[in-house]
């Protein structure tokens, strides 16, 4: 199911109802793809018609952000937690090292999802990752050729957004691949380059405020989320 805000989708699945959607879609040879959707997004998306179109037909658009909780909670909609694009990463490693199927990291500086994929392996040992290439390869035809010849169940794109989006939507049709997820700087912070919020202020919805304090610059985007709202309440 999905609400609509200012023009702008998002599903109300958990990472529970969407993971077993996910593994629907590999078993019936279906390709779906996973975007992240934001107040930051939603706001660029109101200024950017081909980006609100893009992110309305992915196939499933995740509540990352609280911003959106409370947009949902406003709007008497149904969203009740928030599905970032780390943990839904995470979410689809386990399955996918349950049920036997295979993953590809595409994105991040040379070296990152090396690192990342050592990583995953401690928590998921007999996860299958059947390629890892870095965000600024420039041989378009390389990097379709490489992920065809791994034919992952799932792909991992994290190159940034919107480039991510527009990347996916585009090459989705030539590539032997079933998943497609936008997943941002997830492999820096897998890689322990990046750190993350503690779980204190991750469960608390403040994980605004704890990356705030560590990168005050993204006060700039942290005052759109008020902007958001405001513009919800009045407008939809
Ligand atoms: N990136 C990339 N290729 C590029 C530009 C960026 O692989 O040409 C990677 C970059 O190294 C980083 C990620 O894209 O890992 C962007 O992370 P950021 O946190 O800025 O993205 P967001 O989650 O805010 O969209």
New binding site residues.
């Given amino acids: 199911m999905k609400e609509s805000y200012l023009g702008v989708d998002v599903c109300n699945h958990s990472y529970v109802s969407l993971t077993h959607l996910i593994k629907d879609d590999i078993d019936r040879n279906r390709q779906s793809c996973i975007v992240a959707v934001n107040p930051e997004k939603v706001l660029k998306a109101q200024a950017d018609d081909n980006l609100r179109q893009l992110l309305n037909q992915a196939t499933y658009q995740i509540p990352d952000g609280v911003g959106i909780l409370i947009a949902s909670k406003f709007k008497k909609g149904l969203i009740k937690e928030r599905v970032t ?1 780390i943990d839904m990463l995470l979410a689809l490693c386990e399955m996918a090292e349950k049920h036997d199927k295979t993953v590809f990291l595409y ?3 040379p070296g ?1 999802g090396e690192k990342a994929r050592e990583n995953l392996l401690k928590t998921f040992p007999s996860l299958r990752v059947v390629g890892v290439m ?3 390869e420039k041989n378009h035809q390389k990097i379709l050729d490489t992920i065809n010849l791994a034919k992952p169940d799932i792909l991992f794109v ?4 919107p ?2 989006e527009y990347w996916i939507l585009e090459n989705m049709p030539q590539l032997n691949v079933r998943i497609f997820q936008g ?6 912070v897998l890689s322990g380059n990046i750190k993350r919020a503690p779980r204190f202020f991750r469960k608390s919805g403040l994980e605004w405020l704890y990356r705030l304090g560590k990168e005050p610059y993204r006060i700039k985007r942290q005052l759109k989320l008020p902007l958001f709202l405001f513009k919800v309440l009045t407008k939809g």
């Fill in positions: 694009g994105g991040a500086k990152v870095d965000g600024y994290g190159l940034g957004s480039r991510q997943v941002g700087g997830s492999f820096d």
